[in-house]
């Protein structure tokens, strides 16, 4: 592999993990320090691969360039001596510290402990999402602000106030207890659905799915489900529902890479050994009384995989769990879905009377989702040029090339 796609690698899959070693040894309280030594040290890395070529171990000269930069920054500091003594050693390499080639091992675990480490119950929701979406998940602030339908000021904000209270004294790695686990799992869970969510679908603007962000997400949501921590049915529903989604992914692109509706997609490419991981899981959390978002949405992913074609689709089946999911979570975003599920049922006015059941929020009202949606229901209407006015809208709102032009083709007045 040459210098560029490694770096590139590297900052994908492998960056996290360093964060999350470098931050075990040193305090989540320099997690900036840490931040600032893993960056500095792949772009070194690019720089001189680029020149002299990759090391034997690309993955030990990154981490010792990035323990080394951190070393200088703590002994450059006023008043750090004693961290810096205290510390020093547990940053030398020893066989039982140094990392292979892929980092793993350890660091398997480290990650998952990370991501409860961001979700400290001091820190508010919003912003524990911001953290570990920007620090351990590799998202820029572009693809946060479009996940969790805000502006990039406000994740900016969200960052910053997230870095801060942790540096005042978050919870370190090592600190983390049974009493933490249940009361951060539901924001671990939500960081792991919206990793696993931007894999299948990317917001970036050349791609249209992430496959290694779906096959890192579903890896870390295995290791959850495996621990003492997870064992709670809604890590299973999650679970359930990525392997039902990853079923899906390689019939969801054409040849060049462009999207597929559902109704265009061919069914024989289906993962059918995924489907019947996911059914596995779904069927482990049907245990005990808790019914959360994940368990909705798992059960409607299963519809989708359990019909032979598109027009075999139970639709009603969908309703009911859309609208499950709104009680579950009751979320703007879960009625819009339940507007498309209730079209293909009833058809496309039934679909427009369920968006009218309420008003929009202004978020939502913005994005290109509902634009689209509507756009779509008013042409299934005949409402031609009240259609066009949201159709012009989702597009030109829209985040990636690849969405555009799925839309384009789902939007077009001739299909209606």
């Known amino acids: 592999m040459t210098a560029q796609p490694l770096i590139e690698h590297f900052f994908r899959h492998q960056y996290a993990r360093l964060v999350a070693l470098l931050t075990r040894r040193v305090g989540v309280h320099e997690i900036v320090a840490v931040e600032d030594a893993a960056q500095f040290a792949l772009m070194r890395a690019l720089e001189i691969w680029t020149n002299n070529g990759v090391p034997e171990n690309p993955s030990a000269w990154v981490y010792q360039v990035a323990r080394n930069k951190l070393l200088d920054e703590l002994r450059q500091r006023s008043g750090r001596e004693r961290l810096l003594n205290e510390h020093a050693p547990e940053l030398v390499p020893t066989p039982d510290l140094a990392l292979d080639r892929s980092l793993g091992g350890e660091l398997s675990d480290e990650l998952l402990r990370m991501l409860f480490v961001c979700s400290d119950d001091s820190i508010p929701r919003e912003s524990q999402l911001v953290l570990a979406l920007k620090t351990l998940c590799g998202f820029d602030v572009r693809e946060i602000a479009i996940r ?26 090592t600190d983390l207890s049974p009493i933490h686990y249940p009361l951060r799992l539901p924001a671990v869970c939500q960081m792991l659905y919206l990793l696993f969510t931007e894999g299948y679908l990317s917001s970036q603007g050349e791609i249209s799915t992430r496959l290694e962000l779906c096959e890192e997400a579903i890896r870390l949501t295995t290791l959850l489900a495996e621990h003492p921590a997870g064992q709670d049915s809604s890590v299973a529903a999650l679970l359930a529902l990525m392997h039902l989604q990853m079923a899906r992914m390689r019939g969801r692109t054409d040849g060049s890479g462009g999207l597929l509706l559902l109704e265009e997609q061919d069914r024989k490419q289906w993962d059918f050994h995924q489907i019947q991981l996911g059914l596995a899981w779904l069927e482990k959390s049907a245990v005990g009384e808790l019914f959360s978002r994940y ?35 009751d979320s703007p975003i879960h009625r819009l879905n339940r507007a498309v599920a209730t079209a293909e049922l009833e058809g496309p006015e039934a679909g427009l009377a369920v968006l009218a059941e309420s008003e929009p929020p202004s978020w939502l009202m913005g994005s290109y989702l509902w634009s689209a949606v509507k756009a779509d229901l008013l042409l299934r209407s005949g409402k031609l ?10 597009l030109s709102d829209v985040p990636s090339q690849a969405i555009r032009d799925l839309l384009r083709r789902r939007l077009d007045p001739s299909r209606s």
């Open 295 to 329: 368990h909705a949405e798992a059960s409607i992913a299963a519809e989708h995989c359990l019909a032979p074609r598109f027009v075999d689709t139970r639709w009603d089946r969908i309703v009911d769990s859309y609208a499950l999911l709104e009680k579950t979570n």
């Open 148 to 173: 969790l339908f805000t502006s990039e000021a406000n994740v900016y904000k969200r960052l910053g106030r997230a870095r801060k209270r942790l540096q005042l004294g978050g919870t370190d790695i």
């Open 385 to 394: 040029e009240e259609a066009k006015r949201y159709r012009e809208c989702a």
